[in-house]
Structures are given as structure tokens and as C-alpha cells.
């Protein structure tokens, strides 16, 4: 603030001076562009250039006031040497902070009219995640990140309530799967929030933007730097993991005999077998007789409790970067190395990433600077775990079905005999449900292989000081393979639809391939204007091409003919393929200018035109603006002497786009509508990729098809095309209050924000009778209210004594139906009918019927239930969390530093998907303690050993309707008047009443989705500067101990929540309750070091 | 300067030609035709034969327990048995295609009189009623019109008597086509998934016309215009006007192979048989009459046969209750107290190859239509003859012959437990199943078509039961699951009229069940 008010001064011409030159670097030696030097007795004054070099006039004894946002400001007596270097050191009591905006225009944050939030890179590669965007988790307000459970794992990360974030790396967009980042080479993420701050980058940015700026060369003054940041970390011990109960055994109904055949592949058992009590029982390593085909019982015991922690392994990540930097007077060039290598916890799951960036540029004359830039990523997996309901995955094998009757180590010799045929058929615990996970770990390969090419080239001419123009072209482009390997003998009974028992497996191939150019020109304009220069004046005119272009091919045999070949043409009938692509084209025209009144305000304007290819000529072309102001009422307005700073802003923005999407789906399922698992294979998870591209969705049209004996046939359009549909409208508001007190200590910034999304672009439902399902309209609006605060402080600061430093993030907001379309009154949406101003993360579903005192009613010993149309279904709880939060902790004495972290999610429901099936399947603990539990072990005595039928034990505590006949409405009994009850005293089978009776019930299984993760806790030591500085070749070493997602605390904790980041969103308009298997994961350890040569 | 201005030239030119825009219409899907494509009507006529047959019709699917056939004793697997209905499902995608179809028909054949004209009049008939007669009133006249986006209801009378003429025109259009050397010719080999000639489809359309004539009895003599009993002696009396299904070669059936697998396979049912059992209901009328079909369609009573009866003892064939509560059922059979499907004939082939095809519309049916229309005095045929026809033709569908026998298997088809001779002429002796006449008769027909429809034909085993009452469906019990636990009459209508169709729906509903979309009102084609 100083620093501007310094300039002020008047301009006095001094004569008898000389041309003194000089370069203004940070403590590291980086050059410092925008610097101001001013001569102390002249008031003549320069600003640095973009490699922080100035030349001024002064005498030899004059002295220079040299200041720069950020650093702390010096003075420095003229000595008579030319070409000094000044040296300033950062001030961490600055305000004054530079974040860079959109087209990476680097902007003060006082004069920003809308929120935007910025993280060094640095913090992020100490206690580092495998993937960079899963560290920014509880580190910006707004932003919710679900880190995903699975090995390349897309994180869900959610904005304001939006999914599909842009990403935008040095001023460009680019097209990513956030794992072919390298956390090193980021100097900082700014967070851009909603539209207000990323409506120049158009329709893209429309859910807000991570802007992500990359190192460049050094300004060193040895000319070169080398960086060494290498880190290793051991997963181990699970975060959350549900648990199984290991006293009953494989089996329905407490019976349990494996056939007396070699391969017993007839029954698709649960865990609701007989007690581990030692009875002899015919098992599938019980000795058999090949002649006779009898089978010897032998005893049944809980052989395998602990098969799962005896089955995983400790995983570990490495990671390792090596950075060189350079630059001279006319050019700078930096070159990265890194790689990635992941072995997951699951046996022979693993990934290896390499990353190689350069970037360069060089000043042809003063006048002309070009630049480049390229990030070569690339992804290898043999093999990469797959998680779903199915016999591909192991929670299913061992949370979900998971036996202790067998012990897993027993099937480590894949193709033991009898049942074992090398190359043909595994030895398993059985072959009716479940597979061996052994042989799955070594057999049943998934690989992965990806390929990540960005980067640009750009050519900056500078008319004068004030005016630039800027070419730039850039491109993202990737190529991705996948596939997958089913062993011969693997079972996948009742899952996919060709499979048969002795099968010799299958082979499945997923390509894609991306390639999107940008090219834009851009003007870039600065300078003071009026008669005192009072204002100041920003802008940015340009216009920009997009073209974009993808394809996709998907391909499964059906069968393998010769086992262990897998090719497609090794298919016993023929091969099913898909094709699938598009292409597309954006011109776009924008503007933004800045203008600010002396201290007292400044104001922003953007504005876009968009001209897509996706949409009919006629309403393909549409303009939107953006609008901000912000004052720091504290530079003109004299306040107490606690309150340091305080500004506000108001921002408003609209946002454009039309029928793009933001991920893309395997060929099979962009050509059929169907995903793999449930039109296709009947197992494993869908792959979507990031995208970007035309949806396609307005257009009538037949698609190609087969429904009979492979013939041809056709699907048309279930949704009626509208020619008149326009471009989808998001407008958003937004107010801020950013304060600080005590000389800087403590502050907090507050935002409020509200936005209105739609009219949409929106499939609303049609009458059945019409024959369509859907029609394309400008309808359905939304509203969201909310805010974000982030307080920040430094109760402990001394230069040499204990430091500390606190940020706490805090975010909420809600979610409503604001408009529907035309006269409509409800909107049927995922399963329910919402109305004006409800909210849209509110779940209904199957309930208990209650009578007047809240007991659940039965009827034949299980839940009675309502009606099952819409109108009876019940409220379940909303799915979106009231709030999130971040407290980081840092704490620094001398060379010492420890921070840690907790965020977490706080309120709504969830569908506990591992807890439902693990019921259902008789292996959750909770289906064999408290009063199941009791039930259980009664039911069983009352076999007396199998010796006779199993007697129902189990009375659920509620009550009966003995006389009346129910009327319902919303799922309750409206005339419980007229009827009576009397407690419930029919017994039913455990197994009964769960698997036929709760589980049909959806509020049985809505759990607590609040969660608190203790995030990372580093401890880190850097060498002393004296120690240092007597080597000849260290700048600097540290070394730090780290963890991440050490304590999870939760309701339940048989799922990580933390992958659940949404639940309604108004991306894709999805209700996500869950619902879903993960893999379990763990804890994870380990140290990082760091070498700057 | 001069070198600055190259450089910006040359990379200009880079620059442009790296982005240059990419050719041709970017607006239109690359992967699909558009809307005004030439389509072949064969391909339409692909998907309408493919979607004909509902998801929740053929073999071992829900609609089964509805009919009573079979209990789900485990829901995890096969489901529940209540009859906790809600919104139905319609068919009225298949008028869409219709629409497609002679749209394109008409375009390359240059003519509205072709095979595909007079499909389209029958798929149509057959749509509007299947939604009608699980609802009542519906759109008809309106609907599939492009230009109205509220289509307006029918009542139910008109929607049957539009439906038959419907069927009359398609007869009319498919008549001359069906003459000569074409008469046994394939309508269209890759299009009609039936593989039908044209003389077969169009016996199909008057033997559908025929049950749906008979669906109309309660309403045969207040309704002079639809001419009921008239229409019904026309076909019978006028066959070669009106030529009808002579044996079940005729059936319409959907047919299964290596890519459409039989039921229980594709459904993953077949590792579970143990996770249902036969309907008492339908032993009732089965076992109880000394069937020797239950030895093909069923398998006994474990529990039975280790107690020491015989395969052959029909008394060791013991059905559930669909009225019980599931949870008291004997669970994945553990007991063997019940009867299971016959897993041999049912489950063992993925392509169903030790089964019969799925039937849409068959013979045997047609025959106890005639027998009742008959026994009614609709027209001048034998009951009793067309009765014994009608039970001849289902048990040679199921593959029985006096004197035959049969191996009965255990649940998991892994034991045969005896062998069971088939002696229809002792069935027929027995007292229950010797033709009556007169309302008994009626009984017996009705009885006997729903033994008849065992797996096959959809709803139709309820439609009749709906209808006439019999045989008696188990109801009061928990496992109807509805508020009173009787067996609706109706569903509800589906969710997209009630949301964006709301008047015409609300008059249809204050025209029909006094404003109320009741499950248990009772609709004109049956008050």
C-alpha cells in the first residue's frame, strides 16, 4: 500500500545524473518483473522488466527505494558500481499479493472484484498424493476435492456445487485426466471460483477454473539451478475398511456341502453357512475320489479370518523430480524430470508415470519475445485394480462374499491340482460366485497406457512499454489404450451373458485419442490515464480458435478361441467393435478492462462472443459479460488502529455455452447409450475421459443397432430434437468483505454468492403417449446460495523463536429448484417429483411404514410396505454436505517446521452400498452381533449341527396391523384411526429378514456422510544458511517426515467418504447417493527430501 | 526490424496453418443417420419385431408369479411375489416405430398397401390394446402425432373398437399379398425376427383379433357398435376371408439362439432354481387333476421323494403359497417342502434348447377362445371339440404323448430321480378335465387355457383370471404386499402423463375411477 502511495510523489526533473543499471531478484535469485525503483531524492522512477532488470538515472550518491507487491521494501545507498543487484526479501505480512487471472494476466488480489484463491506448488510436494489435484483438498473454501479410492482415479471435485472444472495451464486450456501433472513443475494453482473471475475463458470455465502457472528458468545468478525433490511413501494399514464377521461359513440357510463333483460350479453361494465348530463338511479342498466321485468331509473351521490383510500388501509410492534452470541476459530455459512409480496395495497393481516439461524462451530483439513450452506425460499400468459389484473386484470377494472358510494362502499355487489345469482352469475355493484372488491378481490383467502431449508457442511483440500483442498456439492432445485380459477358467457366471463354465476368457480393447488446438491473438494495453494519472487502466482484447477434434474405439471378443492369446481376432464368435468420434470448432472474440480511480476503486469488465459448431447457424453465435468492483475502503478511510485492511467487492458474470459434455465414454457406450458393464459384460467399471467436445445431443436420428441374432437393426431418438434451442445461460453474483487486524495477524475474507443456472439446456420430459420420452428445451433453472470464509492467522511470529501459522477454509451452500419451464409445476427428476424451491440433493426412497408411536410396522415377520409408486416413496435426507472445511496448522521454529492438516465434510446422507451388500451376503460383522447376532447363533443351535431344518429365531421389535386396511400417502399411513396394532412376535429366518426383508428398505442403509480426515502431517527440517553457505555446492536441503490420511473419523467406517464429494450436482443434473463399491486404502508414511543446487 | 517482421510472418503462418479450420458440416453426428436418411423399412420392422415381446413377459420372468405360476422364496435372487404395483410401462415406443416404418415403406416402395402397412396396423392394434387393457382409458388417436404434445384419451371402448378395425385393415391390406407362391414365403427374412410367411403373419392378426374379441365378453352385449359376438362367427365362420392359426406351427414366438439367450441364463436365474417354487395355484389345476404336464414343466418335492414317493405320484408335487410372506417361505428350498421348475427343460441351456420358445400369441390359446366364444354361443362350433383340441395342442407344445415318459431331475438338474409316464388319456378321463358343458365347461375351458399359458403369453393368464375368475388366485395374504392384500385390477398410469399430461389425464381418471388412479377400480372392458 505504501509502495503506491510512494509513488504519488511529483515528478521533479534533477539534473547531472547518470545511467545506472541493476537486475531486482528475490532472496533465490528469481528476477522480479514490475519492480519499482525510485530514485529517493529525484523521485525519478523505472519498473523492472520481465527479467527484473532496470536502468535509471541517477547521481553516485543518490539513494534507490526499491519496492515490489510482495516483498518487503528497501533502500539502497548508490555506491558508484553499475549493474547492482538488489536482493529483496519477501514480506510476509504482504497484501499485496499477484495472482494470475484468467489468460494468465497476473493481477494484485486488492483490486480483484471476485474470489479467487492461490496455493504455491511448493506446499503441495512434501506430504504429496499420487495426484497433484487430490492435494488441494481442504486448502481453498468452495472447493470440495473426492479424492477417488482406485488407482487413476479421476477426483470428483466440486465448485460451488459444480462439477467439470477447467483447467488451464499457463493461460491455456488444456484437456487433462489430472494425472499427467507433475506437482513439480507448478509454481502455483489459483483456484478461479464460478463465472465471476473465469467468464473469459467462455462456456469451459462456466463451473470456475484451476489456473495452474509452471516454473520458468531461473534467475539465478550463477546463471543455473538444479532442483532434486524426491519423496517415497509406504500405504499401509487401512483407513477404512468394513468388517467381517469369520464365525459362520460359506452356505444358505446354515447349510453348507461342496458338491460331490470335481468342480462344484451349480451354487452361488452367500456367507449364511453353517458355525465354524469343527464338523466335518465336504469343502472344496476335501479329499475326492475320481472314481466314485465322493467327496470326504473334513473339518469346517475359520481357516482364513484374517485372508484379506494376508491377501494385500503394503504399497508404495515414489516420486522423483529433477529440475534444471537456466538463463542469461536474453533467455531462459527450464527442463523437468519426473517420474511416478505407484504399486498399489492390491498384489501386482501398479503404475509408472513419466513426465518430461521444457520451456524456453528467448528475447529476439527488446521489442520481440518468443517462447515455448512442451509437457510430454506418460501413463503405464500392466495392470491397474478394477472395483465394482462383481467377481472382478475384491471387496466383493472378500467384503461382500467373503468366507473364512479357506485360506486364501492356499490358493497362492494358482493351478493346484485336482482341480487346477495348468492354463485352463484355477484352483479355487469354489466356482459358482467368486474366483481365487490370487490367480485374479496374476492372471487377470487390466493395462493401461497413455499418452499426454501439451504445450505452445507464443510470440509476445511490445510496441512500447504500455501496449503488447500476443500470438500464441497450443495443444492438447493424448492417445489412450486399454485393455483387458480375462483369463481362461476365471468365473463369470451370470455376469456376462457368454460366458460358460471351462471358458478360455476373453480380451477387450479401449482406444481414444484427443487433439484440440488453441490459437489465439491477443492485446494487451496498461497505462495511466488522466491529467495526475489517477487512473489506471488494464485491458486485453483478443480473439481465439478452437478446434477440436476426438476418436474412439472399443472392441471385446466373445470368447476366446485359443486360450492365453488375447487379440480380437482370437474370437470363438465374431468380435463386437465400435467406433466413435467428433470434431468441432469455436471462434471466439473477448475483451476485459480494468479501470481503477486512484485508491479509491476498481472496476472490471469482460465480455465474450462465442460462434460453436455445436449449435444450428442462427443461434451458434451469443455474447455475455462480466462485471466487478472493489474498493479497499482501508487506504481512504481512516480506521481503528486494529483493522489494517478491509475491502469489498461485487462481482456479477453471465456465462454461455451449448450441447457439450464434459467426459466421454468408451465407443461402445457413445454408440449404443448402454454402459459396458450393464448393456455388455455385466461387470466392471465404465471409463470416462475427459472430453470437452459436442454432445450431439439435438439431433434426430437413427442409430445403427442389434437386438436379434447380430442383425442389423435401428434405434431412433428418444428425445425430440428442437431447432430452435439456444445456447444454455448461467448468470452468478457474488459480494466479498476481505479484512485484516493487527497489523496482519489475523484476517478473514468472506464471499456470498448466489447464481442462477439455467434456463437450461434441458431434456424435459413429454407425455408417454407422444411416443418420445424427452424434448429438448430451454427450461429448468436452478439456484444456488452460499458462502465461503477462510480466516487466516499468525498467533505466534518471531524471527527466531516458535512460529505459527493457522488458515481455516469454511464453505456452505444449498442447492433449489428455481424454475421449471413454461406452466410446469413439478419436475420429475432422478425419481422423484421436485417442486419450486425444493432442495435438489434431497433423496427419497423406499422407507419403514411407522404407526402413531414410531415403531416400524411388520407384516410376516418383515418390513410391511408402502405402495411403491413415486407419491410413497419418502424423504431420506439430503445428499450434499451442509458444509466444508480445512484447518491447517503450521508451526516453524529455526529449521524446524511441522503442519498438519484436518478437513472433512460435515452433514448429509449417504447409501453405505459395502454395508448393504456385506448384510446381504452374510459377512458383515454386523449380521452375526447384537440382536442379529443372537438370532443367528439360535437359529443355528436349533439345526442341532444340520441335523434338522433351521427354526426362524429372530422377532423384530416393532409392531403388527391386526384389523383395518391401510391408507397411505407419502409412503405414511394416513388413517391410523382406523386401525389397530399389537406388537410383532413372527419370527423369521436371520437370513430372511435380511436379505428379503431390510435390504429391500433404503432407509436401513442411509448412513452419516460427515466425515474428518487428519489429511497430512509433514515434519520438516531444513539446513541452517551457515551450514549452507560453506558448501560449495548445496543452496538449499531439507528434509521432511511425512503422512497423509492418517485418522478418518466417521459415522461408520466400512467406506471412505471421501471419494463422495457430490451429491446433487448441476453438471450432469446427477443425484449421487452413493451406492457405489471402493477399493479399501491406507494409511500412508514416508520422508521427502529436497536438493537445490 | 526487418528480421522481427520475417519471424512474426513466418510464425503467423504456422500459426494459421496448424489451426486452420477443419472442413465439411461440423454441426451434424458423425456416428448416426440423420432424420432424413433413407432408412430401410426392414430395419424398422427389425426393431419393432425385437421389442415386440415386453422385458417383464417371457419365460421365468415377474409377470409369472404374478400368474401364480411360481413363488420367489428369496428376493435377492428371483424377486418378490406382491403385487406392489405402480406406474406401468407402455408400449408406445412401438407406435413410434410404426410411424418410422410406413414413413419409409412409403417412400421406397412408392405404395401404402405393402407387407409393412399391414404389420404396422397390427403392431399398432396389439400396442394400444396391451396399454388399454392395463389401464383403460388411453391416448389413441392422438397420439404419435408429432403436432400435438398433449394427446387427448380415448376411452377405452373406442381405443377397442379403433383397434379392431386396425386389425381388420391390416387383414385387408395383407390378404392379396398372402395369395399364390407368396403365401409361404418369409415377409421379410432379416426384418421380422418371427421368420413368418405371409400367410402365417396374417393368421397371426386374425388370431390375435380373435383373443382380443374374447377379452371383450363382459361387454359382448351392451355394445352394439363393436358387434362382438358378429366379428368373432365372422372370422370363424369365414376362413378364407379370415384365415386363422391351424396348429402351433402358426405360433408367434420369439425364438432364442446363442445371442439372445434364454431367460433364466440371460437373467443369471439358472444357478437359483432353488430360489423359487411352483405356484400352488397352479398345481391346483394340475397336479391335483393328475397333469402330466407338471412332470415337464415341474420337478416334486424333494422332501416328497426322499420320503419315498414316486416321480410319478403327483401328490409328490407340491406348490408354495404366493399369498405367504417371503420370509416364512422355506428360503433357497432348504426344506424341500416345494416344487421346483424343472431345471433340465428350464435351465440347463443357455440357449434354451431342451425348452419351448417363447410364445407371444399360440394355438392352444386360440382354441379354448374358440371353445369359449362357442360355450357362449357366440357362434356355432363344439366347445367340447375345440376344449380337446386346445389341451391336445399344449401338451404336444410342452412335447408330451400318450404312453411317452419322462425323466424327472432333481432342482439342480444334477440327479435324475425316476422316470414318469405320460398318460394324457387318463387326464382327460379324470373327472375335472372330462368337458362339462355349460358354466362348468366354461370353467373348465377358462382352466385349462391357463394351464395352456403356463410361461407364455404374458399377461394374459391374469387378463383371463381378471376377467373371469378363474382359476382362483391365491389373495389376503401378506405376500400380495398390496394395502389390502388383494390382487389389483389395474396400474397406475405412467409417470410422464401424470407430469406433463395432467389435464387430459385428470379427465380421463374423473371419466373413468372417479377421479382417483386407483389400483383396485375396475375398468369398462371388465365391469
Known amino acids: ?343 498399489g496395495m492390491a498384489p501386482n497393481t501398479k503404475l509408472n508415470s513419466y513426465t518430461m516439461a521444457l520451456n524456453a524462451s528467448y528475447n529476439i530483439s527488446e521489442k520481440l519475445k518468443v517462447e515455448a513450452s512442451l509437457n510430454y506425460n506418460k501413463q503405464y499400468s500392466p495392470n491397474i485394480p478394477d472395483v465394482n459389484y462383481g467377481p472382478n473386484s475384491y471387496v466383493y470377494m472378500f467384503k461382500v462374499y467373503g468366507s473364512a472358510d479357506y485360506n486364501i494362502n492356499d490358493l497362492k499355487d494358482l493351478y493346484k491340482g485336482p482341480q487346477g489345469v495348468q492354463g485352463l482352469i484355477p484352483y479355487a475355493q469354489e466356482y459358482g460366485r467368486e474366483n481365487s484372488a490370487w490367480f485374479m491378481a496374476e492372471k487377470w490383467l487390466r493395462s493401461h497406457d497413455k499418452t499426454d502431449v501439451n504445450g505452445y508457442a507464443k510470440a509476445t511483440y511490445k510496441f512500447n512499454s504500455h501496449a503488447s500483442l500476443a500470438l500464441r498456439t497450443q495443444i492438447s492432445t493424448w492417445n489412450q489404450v486399454r485393455t483387458e485380459d480375462v483369463p481362461a477358467g476365471i468365473n463369470l457366471n451370470t455376469y456376462t451373458p457368454w460366458y460358460y463354465f471351462g471358458w478360455y476368457g476373453d480380451y477387450r480393447e479401449d482406444r481414444r485419442n484427443l487433439f484440440e488446438n488453441n490459437t489465439d491473438l491477443v492485446f494487451n494495453y496498461d497505462n495511466k490515464l488522466g491529467k495526475n494519472k489517477d487512473w489506471s487502466l488494464t485491458a486485453l482484447a483478443g480473439v481465439s480458435e478452437r478446434s477440436f477434434n476426438y476418436n474412439s474405439f472399443y472392441g471385446t471378443t466373445k470368447a476366446l478361441a485359443i486360450p492365453g492369446l488375447y487379440a480380437l481376432s482370437n474370437s470363438q464368435t465374431p468380435a463386437l467393435t465400435y467406433t466413435w468420434g467428433s470434431k468441432m470448432q469455436v471462434y471466439s472474440g473477448f475483451y476485459s478492462l480494468d479501470l481503477g480511480y486512484k485508491n479509491y476503486f476498481s472496476i472490471a469488465h469482460t465480455g465474450r462472443v462465442d460462434n460453436l459448431s455445436t449449435l444450428p447457424t442462427g443461434n451458434n453465435t451469443f455474447y455475455y459479460p462480466s462485471g466487478s468492483i472493489s474498493s479497499v475502503l482501508s487506504d481512504y478511510i481512516h480506521f481503528p488502529s486494529f483493522i489494517s485492511f478491509a475491502k469489498v467487492r461485487v462481482s456479477a458474470a453471465e456465462v454461455k455455452g451449448a450441447l457439450t459434455q464434459s467426459t466421454v465414454a468408451s465407443a461402445f457406450t457413445q454408440i449404443t447409450g448402454q454402459s459396458t458393464n450393464g448393456g455388455l459384460l455385466g461387470y466392471g467399471t465404465d471409463l470416462m475421459s475427459s472430453y470437452d467436445g459436442p454432445s450431439y445431443a439435438n439431433q434426430n436420428s437413427y442409430t445403427i443397432a442389434s437386438y436379434y441374432n447380430n442383425q442389423p437393426s435401428v434405434n431412433y431418438s428418444t428425445t425430440i430434437a428442437n431447432p430452435l434451442l439456444k445456447p444454455f445461460k448461467r448468470t452468478s453474483q457474488e459480494a466479498g468483505l476481505d479484512m485484516k487486524f493487527l497489523k496482519n495477524r489475523l484476517g478473514f475474507d468472506f464471499t456470498y454468492f448466489q447464481s442462477l443456472n439455467g434456463p437450461q439446456i434441458f431434456a424435459l420430459g413429454v407425455p408417454n403417449s407422444t411416443t418420445f420420452s424427452a424434448q429438448n428445451v430451454n427450461g429448468i433453472t436452478t439456484q444456488k446460495k452460499g458462502f465461503e470464509f477462510s480466516l487466516s492467522g499468525s498467533p505466534l511470529r518471531s524471527a527466531k523463536g516458535l512460529n505459527w501459522d493457522v488458515l481455516f477454509n469454511y464453505s456452505s451452500y444449498k442447492e433449489t429448484l428455481y424454475d421449471i419451464y ?147 400417502s407419502g409412503g405414511n399411513i394416513t388413517n391410523l384411526k382406523d386401525l389397530t396394532f399389537a406388537a410383532n412376535t413372527t419370527p423369521a429366518k436371520i437370513q430372511d429378514f435380511i436379505s428379503s426383508g431390510i435390504c429391500n428398505v433404503q432407509e436401513y442403509w442411509m448412513v452419516d456422510r460427515s466425515f474428518v480426515k487428519l489429511r497430512e502431517v509433514t515434519l520438516g527440517y531444513s539446513l541452517p544458511q551457515s551450514i549452507i553457505s560453506k558448501s560449495k555446492y548445496f543452496k538449499a536441503v531439507s528434509f521432511a517426515l511425512v503422512g497423509r490420511n492418517l485418522l478418518y473419523f466417521a459415522a461408520r467406517k466400512d467406506i471412505d467418504l471421501d471419494q463422495f464429494a457430490s451429491g446433487y450436482n448441476d453438471s450432469d443434473r446427477s443425484l449421487n447417493n452413493g451406492g457405489l463399491l471402493q477399493s479399501v486404502n491406507g494409511r500412508r508414511f514416508g520422508f521427502n527430501i529436497k536438493l537445490s543446487f | 526490424m526487418k528480421i522481427n517482421l520475417i519471424l512474426i510472418g513466418l510464425l503467423a503462418t504456422v500459426v494459421v496453418g496448424l489451426s486452420s479450420c477443419q472442413k465439411g458440416d461440423l454441426f451434424a453426428n458423425p456416428n448416426v443417420a440423420a432424420e432424413s436418411n433413407t432408412i430401410p423399412a426392414s430395419l424398422i420392422l427389425n426393431h419393432l419385431t425385437s421389442n415386440l415381446m415386453k422385458e417383464e413377459e417371457p419365460v421365468i420372468s415377474q409377470v409369472y408369479k404374478w400368474n401364480q405360476n411360481i413363488v420367489s422364496n428369496y428376493s435377492y435372487y428371483f424377486g418378490v411375489n406382491a403385487y406392489n404395483w405402480s406406474n406401468t410401462s407402455d408400449t408406445y415406443d412401438n407406435i413410434k416405430y410404426c410411424n418410422l416404418m410406413e414413413a419409409q415403406a412409403k417412400k421406397q416402395l412408392n405404395n401404402t398397401t405393402n407387407v409393412y402397412f399391414a404389420l404396422s396396423k397390427f403392431f399398432k392394434a396389439y400396442s394400444f390394446v396391451w396399454m388399454s387393457q392395463r389401464l383403460g382409458d388411453i391416448p389413441m388417436s392422438q397420439a404419435g402425432n408429432a403436432s400435438i404434445s398433449t394427446p387427448k384419451y380415448d376411452n377405452q371402448h373406442d381405443v377397442y373398437k379403433q383397434s379392431l378395425a386396425l386389425l381388420d385393415t391390416a387383414n385387408m391390406i395383407i390378404a392379396p399379398l398372402a395369395t399364390g407362391a407368396n403365401a409361404s414365403k418369409v415377409v421379410d427374412a432379416t426384418g421380422d425376427i418371427f421368420g413368418l410367411t405371409f400367410a402365417q403373419w ?206 424327472v431331475s432333481n432342482f439342480d438338474g444334477s440327479k435324475v430321480l425316476g422316470n414318469a409316464t405320460v398318460d394324457i388319456n387318463s387326464f382327460l378321463a379324470n373327472p375335472n378335465v372330462a368337458y362339462q358343458g355349460g358354466a362348468a365347461g366354461l370353467t373348465q375351458i377358462l382352466t385349462q387355457k391357463y394351464v395352456a399359458f403356463f410361461m407364455n403369453s404374458g399377461y394374459e393368464s391374469y387378463y383371463n383370471w381378471r376377467r373371469t375368475g378363474v382359476p382362483t388366485f391365491v389373495q389376503g395374504g401378506a405376500g400380495i404386499g398390496t394395502p389390502s392384500n388383494t390382487i389389483p385390477l389395474r396400474w397406475l398410469y405412467p409417470q410422464g402423463e401424470i407430469s406433463y399430461n395432467t389435464a387430459n389425464y385428470n379427465a380421463a381418471l374423473t371419466n373413468q375411477y372417479g377421479g382417483k388412479d386407483d389400483l383396485n377400480a375396475k375398468m369398462w372392458l371388465i365391469k
Request: charged share 20%.
Open chain 1, 822 to 968: 413454461g406452466g410446469q409445476t413439478t419436475l420429475n427428476m432422478n425419481g422423484h417429483n421436485y417442486v419450486k424451491g425444493d432442495r435438489l440433493d434431497a433423496f427419497y426412497g423406499s422407507a419403514f411404514v411407522r404407526d402413531g408411536s414410531n415403531n416400524i410396522v411388520y407384516a410376516g415377520g418383515v418390513p410391511l410396505f408402502a405402495p411403491s409408486d413415486i407419491n410413497n416413496k419418502k424423504f431420506l435426507g439430503n445428499m450434499n454436505p451442509d458444509y466444508i472445511f480445512g484447518i491447517n496448522n503450521k508451526f516453524g521454529y529455526k529449521n524446524f517446521t511441522l503442519s498438519f492438516q484436518f478437513d472433512g465434510r460435515i452433514g448429509g446422507k449417504i447409501w453405505d452400498e459395502v454395508y448393504k451388500d456385506g448384510m446381504n451376503g452374510g459377512t458383515s460383522i454386523e449380521s452375526a452381533s447384537g440382536a442379529f447376532g443372537a438370532a443367528r447363533l439360535a437359529e443355528w443351535k436349533s439345526t442341532n449341527q444340520n441335523a434338522t431344518g433351521n427354526v426362524a429365531q429372530y422377532v423384530a421389535p416393532g409392531v403388527v396391523i391386526t384389523g383395518g386396511t391401510p391408507i397411505y
Open chain 2, 202 to 407: 396374417q393368421k397371426v392378426i386374425n388370431t390375435y383379433k380373435l383373443r382380443v374379441l374374447i377379452s371383450l365378453s363382459k361387454r359382448a352385449t351392451d355394445n352394439a357398435d363393436l358387434n362382438i359376438p358378429a366379428q368373432f362367427a365372422a372370422i370363424i365362420n369365414n376362413p378364407s376371408q379370415y384365415p386363422i392359426m391351424t396348429s402351433t406351427k402358426d405360433n408367434l414366438v420369439y425364438k432364442y439362439n446363442t445371442i439372445n439367450l434364454y431367460p433364466p441364463n440371460r437373467a443369471g436365474y439358472s444357478p437359483y432354481n432353488m430360489c423359487e417354487n411352483i405356484s400352488q395355484t397352479f398345481f391346483n389345476v394340475t397336479a391335483n387333476y393328475n397333469d402330466p404336464r407338471v412332470y415337464a414343466l415341474t420337478t416334486p418335492s424333494a422332501a416328497q421323494i426322499t420320503g419315498g414317493k414316486s416321480v410319478s405320484d403327483f401328490t409328490a408335487y407340491v406348490g408354495e403359497d404366493n399369498s405367504k410372506s417371503i420370509a416364512l417361505m422355506s428360503s433357497y428350498s432348504t426344506d424341500g417342502k416345494y416344487a421346483n421348475l424343472n431345471y433340465t427343460r428350464y435351465m440347463s441351456s443357455a440357449t434354451g434348447a431342451n425348452a419351448e420358445p417363447y410364445v407371444l400369441i399360440g394355438y392352444p390359446e386360440l382354441c379354448f377362445n374358440i371353445a369359449e366364444a362357442a360355450n357362449l354361443g357366440w357362434v356355432t362350433a363344439s366347445d367340447a371339440t375345440w376344449y380337446l383340441n386346445g389341451i391336445k395342442a399344449s401338451m404336444s407344445w410342452y412335447g408330451l404323448t400318450q404312453g411317452g415318459t419322462v425323466a
Open chain 1, 1 to 343: 500500500m505504501l509502495v503506491i502511495v510512494l509513488l504519488l510523489g511529483n515528478l521533479n526533473a534533477f539534473a547531472q545524473t547518470q545511467k545506472i543499471s541493476g537486475k531486482v531478484t528475490t532472496k533465490t535469485g528469481l528476477g522480479i518483473s514490475g519492480a519499482i525503483v525510485r530514485v529517493r531524492e529525484t523521485n525519478y522512477r523505472t519498473t523492472t522488466d520481465d527479467a527484473g532488470s532496470f536502468i535509471i538515472q541517477a547521481d553516485n550518491k543518490s539513494t534507490l527505494v526499491v519496492s515490489s507487491l510482495g516483498f518487503i521494501t528497501i533502500e539502497r545507498k548508490i555506491t558508484g558500481a553499475d549493474n547492482i543487484t538488489i536482493a529483496l526479501a519477501d514480506d510476509p505480512t504482504s497484501l499485496t499479493e499477484v495472482v494470475v487471472t484468467a489468460y494468465g494476466v497476473k493481477r494484485e488480489v486488492k483490486k480483484i472484484g471476485y474470489s479467487v484463491q492461490e496455493i504455491k506448488g511448493a506446499e503441495l510436494t512434501i506430504a504429496r498424493d499420487a495426484n497433484p489435484i487430490n492435494s488441494l483438498v481442504g486448502k481453498i473454501s468452495g472447493l470440495s476435492v473426492g479424492a477417488n479410492p482406485e488407482m487413476l482415479g479421476r477426483p470428483e471435485l466440486v465448485l460451488r456445487g459444480s462439477k467439470d472444472l477447467l483447467f488451464v495451464i499457463d493461460g491455456v486450456p488444456v484437456n487433462t485426466d489430472t494425472w499427467n501433472i507433475s506437482p513439480d513443475d507448478i509454481e502455483s494453482y489459483t483456484v478461479l471460483k464460478g463465472a465471476n473471475a473465469s467468464a473469459l475463458y467462455g462456456f469451459r470455465g462456466s463451473n470456475g477454473a484451476i489456473v495452474i502457472t509452471t516454473k520458468r528458468g531461473t534467475k539465478e545468478k550463477k546463471g543455473w539451478a538444479v532442483d532434486v525433490n524426491s519423496s517415497t511413501m509406504l500405504e499401509n494399514g487401512f483407513l477404512a475398511v468394513p468388517q467381517s464377521q469369520t464365525e459362520y461359513g460359506r452356505g444358505k440357510q446354515m447349510i453348507y456341502s461342496y458338491g460331490d463333483v470335481l468342480y462344484d460350479n451349480k451354487q452361488r453361494l452367500a456367507e449364511w453357512g453353517p458355525r465354524f465348530e469343527g464338523q466335518n463338511i465336504k469343502q472344496y479342498d476335501s479329499p475326492w475320489d475320481p472314481i466314485s466321485g465322493v467327496r470326504t468331509a473334513t473339518p469346517w473351521t475359520a481357516r482364513g479370518k484374517n485372508n484379506f490383510e494376508n491377501f494385500m500388501q503394503t504399497g508404495i509410492i515414489n516420486t522423483n523430480n529433477v529440475a534444471l534452470s537456466a538463463s542469461n541476459d536474453r533467455s531462459d530455459i527450464r527442463m523437468s524430470f519426473s517420474n511416478m512409480d505407484q504399486k
